[in-house]
């Protein structure tokens, strides 16, 4: 299943882009869209309501200020979103909780502020629940990340 990469604005692509590589380091389709809660509501109310449809496996979102671009579309799909807050004029608290502190009854995944590697690692969690392969290459992502930690000194 693919992954659909969304984000409020073309400025939040420096911060979202670490997503879209390591989804592709691990063979995962993505789809990149510019979409926002408050600019374009409709655009993203039918994108959410269509993503299974669709063929997305979950969506990450990525948003600054007020940023409510991950539970909108949570709100609208029930596939696992995943929201990455961007660092803003109030250094991304703002957006961190505007994302975070959704509701009882619609959830989202909050990632770290400008957290989009993580958004990326834990869609390939979702995903791996039911592909194998992708299970594997998790595995060894985590091996190599371990051992890369261990190799580590201080010149
Ligand atoms: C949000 O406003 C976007 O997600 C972005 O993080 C922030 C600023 O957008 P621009 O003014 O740079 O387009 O909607």
Known sequence: MKVGLIMGSTSD????????????????????????AHRTPDLAADYAKNAKANGF????AGAGGAAHLAGVIAAMTTIPVIGV??????????SLLSTVQMPSGIPVATMAIDGAKNAA?????????SDEGLARKLD????????????????
């Open 140 to 155: 060894e992502f985590r091996k190599k990340q371990t051992q890369k930690v261990l190799d580590a000194t201080i010149q």
């Open 57 to 60: 496996g979950v969506i990450i």
């Open 85 to 94: 807050p961007i660092k803003s004029k109030l250094n991304g608290l703002d």
């Open 121 to 129: 690692l834990y869609a390939v969690s979702i995903l791996a629940l």
């Open 13 to 36: 692509w420096g911060i979202m882009s670490a997503a879209a590589e390591t989804l592709e380091e691990f063979g995962i389709t993505c789809e990149t869209r510019i979409m926002s």
